[in-house]
């Protein structure tokens, strides 16, 4: 089951702004002081997370962001919200600005005085998807997590007093457990619904294959349409001729010094052999680059075919290799503008931090286990930039939806994100990433800039400021401390969040999973009761 991570983002008037700070932060004040905290919300079952920022910027005017994490469908939960909070949400809207088009008169009938018209349909059509959306223990419903959090504390209780076990083998320890647990806990008689359904995972992996094929032939379009309208020979001179000075261009930035000290201090090591795995996985690519090659001038041909072309294949195949050559050079290039655009970025060490804003964030982070962060973040200009970040982006979300332990709910070794998202906002101007995790912000950062620097790095690398990166992914977010400032100067308070399950970390909710997979299963053998018994 994909869950959906989305925000609703509106427009706030400049003399608004003030006004709506202290409408959430009410909410947010009455909310808390109840007993337990956030009933409202509480009540929505489908909800698992939930933040409302406002980001203030000289550049633009002020922007209002509600982040919502829950379970679909969508139409049901904005209506629980809207009968949970919605005379709260309408005042806050009536600071806002009018959103333009058919949205903006669902915006009037909303926020009119004595309005009667559900918020639902407004705050669907306003609901911003992600470019790159990432969720912890991947297709786990609020209700199964919350059934497996019960079940886990009566399993902690049946274990208060070890001593019946003690001379139990681990599959009679489960046998023991279960028929202790099932009485109470139906759930165990159940199967739940797969995590992610087959259809979902193929799906992942389509979008992701499509993207990767969709980039490729995009690239090689230039050189197969100049072998279309030009012999092969004078084809494959105009190629060298564009090819030459775009890699003279790449070789003078590979050369030219950059302020990078990890690299500096590995300049002079001496150069070691390719790894196996490495030299492995290059045949790999050379020969899936074969088969492709081979079958776009399959492609060729028969669509040459239909279009009465009298070529054969072998006139197909020079067209697929002067495609491969001309995809080649516009790399080349491509990357060789990027790398002048690196050298030319202006970079900001050590931003000098708002007091007040980071006095403000602070005194409302480590209040339980877990946190929120939210950032927005100037986009360089340019074309190639904007290209190049939507598709990154793009490609970056996509790999993570299929990527097989990031579907265990650890990203490359991070096991503390329950959900993050990143999305331009302003027609792209801004980046902007919200995220809710386990631990500080400083740790979480932590793990990032030593786990996993170059995604980070690549989502990042347009931000203004950014510390000096390479080719979108080299350095940048691996300089922790630069990075940490660059990211904490972009941070703003979250004014509200809410949290389903306060006190469950990523860890616990996947420990929690496994223990009570094993449980629905009457017999286990050996090998997995042991496996099983671990998490105990």
């Known amino acids: 089951m994909a869950r959906c991570i989305v925000s609703v983002v509106v427009e706030v008037q400049p003399q608004g702004v003030d006004q709506l700070r202290t409408l959430i932060s009410q909410l947010r004040t009455s909310q808390a002081a109840l007993d337990p905290p956030y009933p409202a919300l509480q009540a929505i079952k489908s909800l698992h997370f939930l933040s409302m920022t406002v980001f203030a910027d000289a550049r633009y005017d002020p922007i209002f962001v509600i982040e919502a994490n829950f379970d679909p469908p969508a139409g049901p939960f904005w209506a629980d919200l809207d009968a949970a909070i919605g005379t709260e949400l309408r005042e806050m809207f009536r600071c806002c600005k009018r959103p333009p088009g058919p949205v903006g008169l669902m915006f009037d009938a909303v926020t009119v005085h004595g309005a009667k018209m559900s918020l639902a349909p407004f705050l669907e059509a306003q609901a911003l998807v992600p470019t790159v959306g990432y969720e912890g223990a991947r297709g786990m419903s609020r209700a199964r997590i919350e059934q497996e959090a019960a079940l886990f504390l009566d399993l902690r209780e049946a274990l208060k007093d070890p001593r019946p076990f003690h001379e139990k083998s681990p599959a009679q320890i489960h046998s023991a457990l279960r028929n202790q647990l099932l009485p109470k806990h139906a759930c165990l008689r159940e199967e739940p619904p797969p995590r992610l359904p087959l259809l979902e995972n193929i799906g992942d992996w389509v979008k ?50 950059h302020d990078n000290p990890a690299g500096a201090a590995n300049a002079h090591k001496p150069k070691t052999r390719m790894a196996s795995g490495t030299t492995k996985n290059l045949l790999i690519a050379v020969g899936v680059l074969l088969i492709f090659e081979l079958l776009v001038a399959l492609a060729i041909w028969l669509i040459g075919g239909s279009l009465h072309w009298h070529g054969d294949f072998q006139a197909a195949l020079i067209i697929a290799g002067l495609g491969l050559a001309g995809a080649i050079v516009l790399v080349t290039l491509i990357l060789a503008r990027l790398r002048q655009l690196e050298q030319l970025d202006p970079t900001q060490e050590f931003p000098p931090p708002d007091s007040r804003k980071v006095r403000e964030i602070m005194a409302l982070e480590d209040k339980i286990s877990q946190n929120h962060m939210s950032s927005l973040v100037q986009v360089k200009p340019g074309l190639l930039r904007a290209i190049l970040m939507r598709a990154g982006l793009m490609g970056l979300g996509f790999f993570m939806r299929a990527q097989p332990e990031a579907r265990r709910g650890f990203l490359a070794g991070v096991r503390t994100i329950h959900f993050a998202q990143v999305a331009p906002v302003s027609n792209g101007g801004r980046l902007m990433f919200l995220t809710n995790f386990d631990g500080s912000w400083e740790n979480y950062l932590n793990d990032f800039t030593e786990k996993v620097h170059l995604a980070v790095t690549l989502v990042w690398t347009n931000g203004v400021g950014f510390p000096p990166t390479r080719f979108l992914i080299l350095d940048g977010a691996s300089r922790g401390r630069l990075f940490k400032a660059w990211k904490r100067h972009s941070m703003a308070p979250s004014l509200f969040w809410f949290s389903a399950y306060r006190h469950l970390s990523v860890e616990q909710i996947e420990r929690d999973a496994r223990l009570a997979e094993g449980l629905r299963q009457s017999v286990l053998t050996s090998k997995k009761a042991e496996k099983w018994a671990m998490d105990l």
């Open 208 to 257: 992701m294959i499509g993207l990767v094929l969709a980039i490729v032939i995009i690239l090689h379009l230039p050189g197969m349409l100049l072998a279309w309208v030009v012999p092969p020979w004078p084809a494959l001179a105009v190629i060298l001729l564009a090819g030459a000075p775009a890699a003279i261009m790449l070789k003078n930035g590979l050369e030219a010094p």
